[in-house]
């Protein structure tokens, strides 16, 4: 059973990114499943730090790049929006080339608030970053539909 409110597709979502941080980084989505939504990210000049490993920082917007996008899908966009609340994350491993994948799943999906767990790993399948992300279910005042 799907947890996605109506479907969507890769190349909608993708194109909507493309002129913002999304878009910048190199961030795109690349599957969609009954209950996860995964994406890539590069590591290279726009996502490493000064020292050459991916920042951390990049790590934590590419989680909740999955994270929102998938709490967006979620609900009735008709009449809800969904915007991040807290984030978290535990850097567990550098990487400095190459493509890092990242897999958004929810822990729990409220009336008024979303936990999506998502992990990032490299190309090898090795745990890089894991977040926690916590989403706040808002009303779309109808002035906006």
Partial sequence: MTIWHKPFSLEEVNQRGQ???????GIELIEIGDDYLRGRMPVD???RQPAGALHGGIS?????TLASWSAAHVVDREKHHCV???INA???RAVT?????????PL???RTTQ????RISNEEGKLVCVSRVTIAVLNTPSRYH
């Fill in 19 to 25: 002129g913002c941080a999304n878009g910048h980084l």
């Fill in 45 to 47: 000049e726009r996502t």
């Fill in 60 to 64: 934590v917007a590419f989680a909740e």
């Fill in 84 to 86: 991040g609340q807290e």
């Fill in 90 to 92: 535990n850097h567990v």
């Fill in 97 to 105: 080339e190459g493509w890092v994948y990242g897999e958004a799943r």
């Fill in 108 to 110: 729990h999906l409220g």
């Fill in 115 to 118: 936990v999506w767990d998502v």
